[in-house]
């Protein structure tokens, strides 16, 4: 509430872009400088990519789906109940989808190939995803692996993952699902970015829309700029 908002004091605040300052001021947080940083950890990937002088496909995926398994939803999310089923439904609808309609999809991990978190991970998604021939992508480092996915895809799909916001970071068009319409997590973007109590046939209906739809037709349907989310 405001009363405990008023009760945190902060010198300085490294935020992703003015989405970030206009939550805290809206909040009534008392923040005394505001510094504009962005993604690090997307910086860091592009010099990355620059330095070892890898070429990415843009449009070698239709699709990046993000996992999103936490070992423990408490830390973050334990108010939300159902999160998880959510979550995986999701991830159920965009392999159905891309099954159907012959689409390339690529599943990115969110922990390391053989890591205790890892097969939790693979674990989660297999009682969604049995009926499937799927893969996780575990490889490599676990920010270039999400960066470099998500710049060679055409629409990021995910639930809560603040690699949603980074997806603009690289010009990249994005659904942010939130299958049971959570007021805590709707994303920050807005209008076609944005899916909520939906059914498998609308879910179909807005990727397929989405994936069509130019970048730049895109980010006009944005209330904002996407340099105002990162």
Known sequence: GTKLSKQINIQELWRFGEYDKK???DAKCNVKNFRFVGSLKCN???NFFINNKLSLNKTKYDICLLSETHIDLDEDFGDLENLSYAMGVVAEYSFRLSEEN???I?????HKKNSFEGRLENEFYNFFLKKFNYSIDQSGCDNHRLSKNISQSKLVIGNVSTALRETFYFNKKVL???FFDYSRIRFPAGGL???SNFKYEEFKERVMKLIELS???YFKTLNFS???YM
């Not at 690529?106 to 969110?110: L, T």
């Open 23 to 25: 939550t805290f001021l």
């Open 44 to 46: 860091l990937s592009r």
């Open 102 to 104: 012959n689409l390339n």
């Open 106 to 110: 690529i599943f990115s991990g969110r």
């Open 176 to 178: 942010a699902c939130n």
């Open 193 to 195: 970015s944005v899916l």
């Open 215 to 217: 970048d730049d037709e």
């Open 226 to 228: 996407k340099d105002f």
